[in-house]
T-cell receptor
Framework: DQQVKQNSPSLSVQEGRISILNCDYT??????FLWYKKYPAEGPTFLIS?????DKNEDGRFTVFLNKSAKHLSLHIVPSQPGDSAVYFC?????????FGTGTRLQVFP | ETGVTQTPRHLVMGMTNKKSLKCEQH?????MYWYKQSAKKPLELMFV???????ENNSVPSRFSPECPNSSHLFLHLHTLQPEDSALYLC?????????????FGSGTQLSVL
């Protein structure tokens, strides 16, 4: 059973517009969430996180929203840039490991 | 020097070969991990080492054998692999139990099994 789900495998957005990447989770015990960004042939790099005591965390062009009642979080990128084209993973810590979603491939076109 | 270094970056091996992947972290972390990334699948946790002790083996076949000689180095020994084992193998490190725990990944080894 997949505890962290990213139901959209891909997303295509025009440069300058908003990108919204979604993530759902099933375990109500999760209290911290992370987003990672991955370029081809590289390891994932940490992007932004949010604690369950908050419903929003912003860092520059990146904002993560958390809706605990819906067990849903989203990553907003605005304005989107071509360099944002990558695969984005959401993740949640469980015991001594991170549980990852399947990722969403974002393509930002000019 | 990057925080987590993996070698080799690419590896092609036959099913009868024996090879090893190496990972080194320069971040002073206490935990190291092996993950496998296959196409269209979540990142799959393979092994976890905490203070050099293996704390998790996520039902990984015995043809994958990890070794952690110290908290800075991690190896993955490979033997008699199958073509379906072709994937990107990622090493990561962290300080488990910290409030804002996050993993730091290496660049991975792209493995092709022929």
């Amino acid at each position: 059973d997949q505890q962290v789900k990213q139901n959209s495998p891909s997303l295509s957005v025009q440069e300058g517009r908003i990108s919204i990447l979604n993530c759902d989770y099933t375990n109500s015990m999760f209290d911290y969430f992370l987003w990672y960004k991955k370029y081809p042939a590289e390891g994932p790099t940490f992007l932004i996180s949010i604690s369950s005591i908050k419903d929003k965390n912003e860092d520059g062009r990146f904002t993560v929203f958390l809706n605990k009642s819906a067990k849903h979080l989203s990553l907003h990128i605005v304005p989107s840039q071509p360099g944002d084209s990558a695969v984005y993973f959401c993740a949640a810590p469980s015991t001594d490991k991170l549980i990852f979603g399947t990722g969403t491939r974002l393509q930002v076109f000019p | 020097e990057t925080g987590v270094t993996q070698t080799p970056r690419h590896l092609v091996m036959g099913m009868t070969n024996k090879k090893s992947l190496k990972c080194e972290q320069h971040l002073g972390h206490n935990a190291m991990y092996w993950y496998k990334q296959s196409a269209k699948k979540p990142l799959e946790l393979m092994f976890v080492y905490n203070f050099k002790e293996q704390t998790e083996n996520n039902s990984v076949p015995s043809r994958f054998s990890p070794e952690c000689p110290n908290s800075s180095h991690l190896f993955l020994h490979l033997h008699t692999l199958q073509p379906e084992d072709s994937a990107l193998y990622l090493c990561a490190s962290s300080n488990p139990g910290s409030t804002n725990e996050k993993l730091f990944f290496g660049s991975g080894t792209q493995l092709s099994v022929l």
